[in-house]
């Protein structure tokens, strides 16, 4: 398990989701449920949307503003530190245009780690000359662990979230972005599996680039995404050249007077149609919902349930790869079991993920000790008569 989080945890929020009394959900790390604020945002804004001549001017700007400062906040940033981005590989394909790596130099990436990353930095290679460097971990070491046991001089570019897609198992990413630090290798996060659920500062970790979509624990609309891109990094080249990131946008009538300039800070690498006017609403519902709750508050209110289930795994003789995130676990299964026994809890409620070899349990604040009960009752009565793979 990550470091202890001492703060109080939250009270129960479960009506503040719409998530029906009979399902069970545990696939947060795949796709949140929204929030009914969220709900209730998002159908006022299609109400609007569907009457533009109730947009104004000043509406192209304004709530993607709201919408970047929310999210810095959330990870120490400022809102000139953050793009508004699509997508993962969208934040991970600006990241890659704006890092060089010198031929025979190495990219440091986590084995199956997200497709997504691997993709964009397989390309980075073809470009640059470098090499890929797969991190696999022995059986009885940490990710960071056997991150550090190769961290060295001839690394590039280390690409690592703060907790392994697939299972949650952590990264000490301090000590990692230190050694990163240390050896002159640049430093790229992919936070989607922890932005929203987790402690991040960026202050303290001081990476090149962090990347997260808004879908998972930020509870937004999928199709927004975030991009911090550090102030050394925020006079590179964006993946696109639209209006709205030039000087002085605001002013319509004058955008045939083509600029050079633009935007401050990380405004640059901002996706065209960041505008979004009939999801922004909703994503912001969101992110105003984490910012009352607090990050601390929601990661030490997610470790006290995924330390409920990992008990009730162990007892039962399931293995936990650890150590994991406060916010999800992998509970181990036999590989001819694993999607046979995900689509057999689906069939009574229970939703989880089947990724690499475990069952990804990924609750959050909607979860009730029911929905635990109801998950174990469920997993008992499967591998007491296994389906057939």
């Not at 989080?5 to 998530?19: G, K």
């Not at 890092?99 to 640059?128: C, K, M, N, Q």
């Not at 036999?334 to 349990?361: K, M």
């Amino acid at each position: 398990m990550s470091a202890p989080h001492r703060e109080a945890p939250l009270a129960p929020a479960r009506a503040l989701f719409d998530v029906p009394d009979d399902i069970a959900y545990f696939n947060t790390a795949s796709l949140a449920p929204t929030l009914r604020a969220g709900l209730h945002a998002g159908g006022a804004a299609l109400q609007r949307r569907a009457q533009p001549w109730r947009i104004q001017a000043a509406d192209w700007f304004d709530a993607a503003e709201e919408r970047r400062g929310l999210f810095a906040a959330l990870i120490g940033a400022g809102a000139d530190d953050v793009a508004l981005v699509p997508a993962t590989s969208y934040g991970m394909a600006v990241a890659a245009a704006n890092l060089e790596a010198a031929p025979g130099s190495r990219v440091l990436v986590l084995a199956d780690e997200y497709p997504s990353g691997i993709y964009t930095w397989w390309r980075f290679t073809e470009r640059t000359g470098a090499r890929m460097l797969t991190v696999r971990r022995g059986a009885d070491q940490t990710w960071t662990d056997a991150v550090l046991a190769v961290l060295d001089e001839t690394v590039a570019v280390v690409s690592v979230p703060q907790v392994h897609w697939t299972d949650g198992t952590w990264l000490e990413l301090d000590r990692i972005a230190a050694a990163a630090r240390a050896v002159g290798a640049a430093l790229v996060i992919d936070a989607s599996q922890s932005a929203g659920a987790v402690p991040l500062d960026v202050a303290e970790l001081r990476p090149d680039f962090l990347v997260t979509v808004g879908y998972k624990w930020l509870l937004g609309p999928f199709g927004l995404g975030y991009l911090y891109v550090a102030p050394a990094r925020q006079d590179g080249r964006p993946l696109e050249e639209n209006w709205i990131l030039r000087q002085d946008a605001q002013d319509f009538a004058r955008l045939v007077d083509y600029r050079a300039a633009y935007q401050p800070g990380a405004r640059r690498f901002d996706a065209g149609a960041r505008t979004a006017f009939e999801l922004t609403p909703l994503a912001i519902a969101a992110l105003r919902q984490l910012t009352t709750w607090t990050v601390p508050r929601i990661a030490a209110t997610l470790e006290t349930t995924t330390d409920l289930i990992a008990r009730h795994a162990r007892r039962r003789g399931l293995d936990i790869p650890g150590p994991h995130g406060p916010h999800m676990l992998g509970i181990t299964l036999p590989a001819h079991l694993q999607h046979a026994t995900a689509r057999a809890l689906e069939r009574s409620g229970v939703f989880v993920g089947a990724r690499g070899n475990v069952l990804r349990i990924s609750p959050h604040l909607h979860t009730t000790s029911h929905d635990i009960d109801r998950l174990f009752h469920a997993l008992d009565t499967t591998l007491e008569h296994p389906p057939a793979p």
